[in-house]
């Protein structure tokens, strides 16, 4: 057995969400409540009824990547060859980790708060990692001098969530150009930036950063299943440089062969109708301020949320979050995700979510008061 | 970058495929020319209206898992705990080598002529590898005595793709139990057999092996790709016994969180269908007696055929197969996969697919024979 597997454990996220029962109330949720809309699943239907469903070229089909290309046209990669469409933006994670690091010799910066996977596949890989946590009297904001000085020798790429999950906080422009600015004045061998934008279509602030946009050596990952409820079809991509995808695409083709072609028609419907990506993005702006205002109703300390469809609340001083989210489901029956998912650093806080009915979370924040 | 990839060459397949015209004679495809049945499309469909498309548990939908076990019923296989749904065979592939092995320690066998992914998944994966190349002499046949004697000290593996693609030739029951039993002779830590049987439905002989029914330590990969001409669905499975596939889920769900909920969606109807799976195995092998006497007419000398939808054909002694292919498809516009490609052992073979009309066939092999 590989060796590394036994030493990496599982999901703690799934594991409280295996507690859920049919009357929970369930602050633990990943994906968006909302239905798909119809007219892209009829569309890839229609299709596959038409053709049949072989396979597409590895990288994906060429008028999706040149779709996906040109929506986000970040200098340098707005045509075909700068996409790969993978199994959701979890597979392009994978990919792009897989492509970029030499396992013998670089290292990757994780900031903490962090997404579970990025760990975990750094481990999988054998890939050293180096942590920087954010800091809770910054509201866990992104500083992009304590990750510049982060960086070593070693470093060969930084992963950055935004709109952070867990945060929900969201990297501004100015701090964005600070650290295009830094790295490209290092010179030498560059650090590669991982930007995950999968909440890309749950922004509330006006001047969210887009990497790619300012920093050639950046790698965008995406996906349809927050923008458009669709987690469950595993379609995702990421946007580089016409090299790295070149290399990428080989990791993707023995892992994948290619993305399922009904996933990818959907996903050129989706790109085909107009603001087809953003189509449900509306909605949660719409949501964002009765959820900031049950929160402040609360009296529990919460983070600003910037971006994502998650809300972030202290525990008090000492409590350990796992204790807390375990009594929480066993006593009062409500799933919320422990802090400590996410890395050492975020063990006082709990991760909720808020696309479920807005009495759910009135209610959810109401009992995680009167226990904390 | 990653330095083992600049160095795993691109797929040759594809290269020679990609010469492809509108007019060509192509015997180059690797997936059927039939229509997958609109039936379970339209259930995926049916149920995606209904419930949306959510994430699956990590190794799939708990229902399809057991559908699955159920059909196969493999001794200690036959419960849903012994399932774990993936993007494909090639997915279900790429995790078995992954959970399996120590790229420190262990040593893959590697039966050739070889599925191009198997060496590449290796390299890859760091992973040592030992070919044992069946004998020409022999057409290529499986051959326990040969396998078994190449089993050395580091070999944790042996990965057997019967029905094989490319040699189209079917481990017997024969052959699978000496293998088995050597194999359980020889104590200590026990060597896994990788069984691919994702040609399973396209077997055209009476005695063909089921590695999994013979032996403990055995991974069995398939899909409905080839079975149900849904190569582009991307949906597949590994079965395994359930303390594997407890940690080979560990490393899909890092790759890909769960396979496409629609394609499961599609897999749940073909399991809940009597012979849903074997829908197509019906038109094989009315087919196979007619390509067979295609081939004889033809003049070449051919592998028989006990299943698959390949026919490979000898070329003259010192032919180099890629030039062969090269040629035939810029002066003959015939599109046929050169023996190289699966390894140097094969290199005065091509392979052919069978799967269009027959005219074709008889056209391809016509002017294959006229340049040889």
Not at 76 to 96: L, N, R
Not at 147 to 168: L, W
Request: hydrophobic share 45%; net charge negative.
């Amino acid at each position: 057995m590989n060796p590394r597997l036994p030493n990496i454990p599982p999901s703690l996220i799934r594991r409280i969400a295996a507690k859920r029962k049919p009357d929970s109330i369930d602050l633990g949720l990943g994906e968006p409540s909302l239905m798909p809309a119809q007219s892209h699943l009829d569309a890839a239907a229609f299709r596959a009824k038409e053709r049949g469903l072989h396979y597409t070229a590895n990288a994906g089909d060429l008028e999706l990547r040149a779709a996906i290309a040109q929506h986000y046209a970040y200098p340098g990669m707005s045509g075909a060859q700068s996409v790969c469409v993978t199994v959701g933006s979890q597979e392009a994670t994978y990919v792009a980790f897989k492509t970029l690091l030499d396992p013998q010799r670089d290292e990757l910066i994780i900031l903490e708060p962090a997404f579970p996977a990025y760990p975990k596949i750094a481990r999988l890989e054998g890939v050293a990692t180096r942590t920087v946590a954010l800091r809770e009297e910054d509201d866990f904001a992104f500083d992009a001098e304590r990750i510049v000085a982060a960086v070593g020798p070693q470093t060969r790429a930084i992963v950055i969530c935004s709109p952070c999950n867990p945060t929900g906080r969201v990297l501004r422009v100015d701090q964005a150009q600070l650290l295009a600015d830094a790295l490209l004045r290092r010179g030498g061998e560059p650090v590669w930036l991982i930007h995950d934008e999968v909440y890309r279509e749950q922004t509330f602030v006006d001047d969210a950063a887009h990497l790619a946009d300012v920093y050639p050596h950046t790698i965008s990952l995406n996906s349809v299943s927050k923008s458009n409820a669709l987690t469950g079809l595993r379609l995702g991509w990421l946007i580089a440089p016409p090299p790295f995808v070149e290399q990428a695409t080989k990791v993707h083709a023995w892992i994948a062969s290619c993305a399922d072609t009904f996933a990818q028609s959907v996903a050129l419907d989706i790109f085909a109708t107009r603001d087809g990506i953003a189509e449900h993005a509306g909605w949660y702006r719409d949501r964002v301020a009765e959820v900031r205002a049950v929160l402040a109703e609360s009296g529990l300390r919460a983070l600003p949320i910037d971006g994502t469809f998650y809300a972030c609340v202290r525990l008090r001083d000492g409590a350990s979050s796992l204790d807390t989210a375990l009594a929480l489901a066993d006593e009062r029956n409500v799933i919320a995700i422990p802090g400590i998912a996410f890395g050492e650093s975020f063990d006082r806080w709990l991760r909720l979510s808020w696309v479920a009915d807005i009495d759910i979370l009135r209610e959810g924040l109401r009992r995680i008061a009167s226990w904390t």
